[in-house]
């Protein structure tokens, strides 16, 4: 099953270890349930999206976002521009953490479908990159902040190409019945060029889709290249004028559960170039500069959570079989996919050998919800008992990032491990925190 855990874990003796450090170590240190995130992992991840893309796409490449809505925090954006990578943000809050990472400005790109009219003043003001631009009171609200800085922004227009890339119904978001972007089927988009051009601080760079989340298929990602270089056809032929760039967006799935498929970079980026310039030449288009924005792919994989098992009880089912309901320390709060999306995920003993017999477990946190649930269905040695660390990979993207306090539960902290040293990059709330907001 070594498609799940990061380049730096190992199991020596039945004990996880991630870059020297055993598990029972990093507990007793850090405590549980928490994130450890295996940092060279997320640091040869990010460059390796930036290497395949400059390498598939030559001079055609644009850059490489990480979407920061995956994981975000101060020290994670530091690596992220040291990496020599962009970084996505798409609220005022992600962009705070990025100013506080003094991450270079140019290199931001501000995402969202609903930008308060302060997060686009601030992003203008403090010079982001690029605007993506998602709907028709933003077109205003864009060419008013920059006319008010005295700034040409440079934007992307988010359109929908109409592609149902095969994932889960709420992270699909490039079909037509959505709330992002501008439809191209429907003329929605060219409506929204038009309106773009009449603003002379606003600088259409192209268009921006992101076709979903956790994709598999390179097929569909080549779709929608296609059917964006078709738009940039219809403006060149409409304006006699060249857009210079596309972005394909992110989705690019990982591995959750043993044998399961990913797209890596250097995969994925191929093709799509091949895609890319396969539509250009039937248009006798230029080849634009592509950029991506992967969040899963970067940080998904680099963490796993450690849990303790607290209370183990058999449960017998109708059918007479009998199901073990093993509750972690955690749950819906640190890993809310399961309960959103039916997202999967597989575990381990993670601080001893157990030669027990496999039995059909599942594993709960401590809420108080029949949903609560981490792994629904899961093969563990019968012997699982109180105290025993349970690790649960790939929870780097969309865990931390969507934890929240239910139950009044501090979410849990995120320690980097990285050459033998484990530090805390963003630390455990307190009792203390949740009671702060409490007038
Ligand atoms: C969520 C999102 C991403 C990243 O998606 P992943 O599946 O994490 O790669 C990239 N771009 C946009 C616009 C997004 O909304």
């Not at 953490?97 to 479908?113: R, S, T």
């Not at 230029?286 to 899963?296: A, C, D, L, T, W």
């Not at 157990?354 to 039995?359: A, C, D, I, Q, R």
């Not at 995120?414 to 009792?431: C, H, N, P, Q, T």
Request: hydrophobic share 40%; charged share 20%; with cysteine.
């Amino acid at each position: 099953m070594s498609n799940v855990w990061s380049s730096q874990i190992s199991f020596q003796n039945g004990l996880l270890n991630l870059s020297g450090i055993a598990a029972p170590d990093l507990a007793r240190d850090f405590g549980t349930p928490t994130f450890f995130l295996d940092e060279s992992d997320f640091r040869s991840r990010a460059v390796s999206w930036k290497k395949a893309l400059d390498e598939s796409f030559g001079e055609n490449a644009g850059s490489v976002y990480y979407a920061g809505k995956a994981f975000l925090c101060v020290e994670v954006a530091r690596w992220v521009a040291q990496s020599g990578i962009g970084l996505d943000v798409c609220t005022g809050g992600e962009l705070a953490v990025a100013l506080a990472a003094d991450f270079p400005v140019q290199k931001i790109q501000v995402h969202g479908n609903n930008k308060s009219v302060e997060e686009i003043n601030r992003g203008i003001e403090v010079g982001v990159g690029t605007v993506v631009i998602d709907s028709l009171y933003e077109i205003e609200r864009v060419a008013a902040a920059a006319k008010k800085y005295g700034k040409s922004q440079a934007v992307l227009l988010r359109v929908t190409p109409g592609i149902e890339a095969n994932t889960h119904e709420s992270i699909a978001t490039a079909h037509e019945d959505v709330k992002f972007g501008f439809s191209i089927a429907s003329g929605a988009a060219w409506g929204a060029i038009q309106a773009l051009r009449v603003h002379p601080e606003i600088e259409l760079r192209g268009f921006h889709s992101h076709i979903g989340s956790q994709i598999l298929s390179t097929y569909a990602f080549g779709l929608a290249a296609d059917r964006l270089v078709t738009l940039l056809t219809k403006y060149r032929d409409a304006f006699g004028e060249e857009l210079p760039e596309l972005d394909l967006g992110g989705g690019y799935g990982i591995a959750y559960l043993p044998g399961d498929e990913e797209l890596t970079p250097i995969e994925v980026l191929p093709l799509l170039f091949d895609a890319v310039q396969q539509s250009c030449k039937k248009s006798n288009l230029k080849i634009p500069k592509v950029s991506i924005e992967p969040g899963r792919a970067i940080v998904g994989p680099t963490m796993f959570t450690l849990y303790e098992v607290g209370t183990v009880k058999d449960v017998v089912l109708e059918s007479g079989e009998v199901r073990k309901y093993i509750s972690v320390d955690g749950g819906m709060s640190d890993n809310i996919r399961p309960s959103l999306y039916g997202a999967e995920y597989t575990a381990v003993i993670a601080n001893r050998v157990s030669n027990s017999e496999l039995v059909l477990s599942r594993v709960v946190g401590k809420h108080c919800e029949t949903g609560d649930i981490v792994i629904r269905d899961i093969q563990l040695p019968a012997d699982i008992k109180p105290g025993d660390l349970l690790a649960v990979p790939a929870t780097g993207a969309y865990g931390r990032s969507m934890a929240s306090n239910y139950n009044h539960l501090p979410r849990p902290p995120v320690v980097a491990v990285f050459e033998g040293k484990a530090r805390v990059i963003l630390r455990r709330e307190s009792y203390d925190d949740l009671l702060n907001l409490d007038v």
